[in-house]
Nanobody, 123 residues
Framework: VQLVESGGKSVQAGDSLELSCGGP????????VGWFRQAPGKEREFVAS????????AIGDSVKGRFTISRNNSKNTVFLLMTNLEPEDTAVYYC?????????????????WGQGTQVTVSS
């Protein structure tokens, strides 16, 4: 059982990109969903998370002011809008479905994951 991420590609610094997360096998409407990323040789890093009702969200310090998380439960999809991208944002981006309706900063709080989508930002 897996989520599916999409939207990753190679872009230039300063560009914007929107990632999507959903999947026919996993229902997300009653659960928080989070985005994490992992660059080569680095630990998985929290990026953003949103609760099941879109009433609360969290954004990682390194992307605050540039990234926005949102969701459309009727489409079983969560979005990550990334603006003013920097080369340091280059990573594989993963989405995860939480164990309940509240978001978590820790990857341990997420039960189902996708295989990731690659984002590469060139200077």
């Amino acid at each position: 059982v897996q989520l599916v991420e999409s939207g990753g590609k190679s872009v230039q610094a300063g560009d914007s990109l929107e990632l999507s997360c959903g999947g026919p096998e996993v229902t997300i409407s009653d659960y928080a969903v989070g985005w994490f990323r992992q660059a080569p040789g680095k630990e998985r890093e929290f990026v953003a998370s949103i609760n099941a009702f879109s009433t609360s969200s969290a954004i990682g310090d390194s992307v605050k002011g540039r990234f926005t998380i949102s969701r459309n439960n009727s489409k079983n999809t969560v979005f990550l809008l990334m603006t003013n991208l920097e080369p340091e944002d280059t990573a594989v981006y993963y989405c995860g479905r939480s164990r309940d309706s509240t978001w978590s900063l820790s990857a341990n709080g997420y039960q189902y994951w996708g295989q990731g989508t690659q984002v590469t930002v060139s200077s």
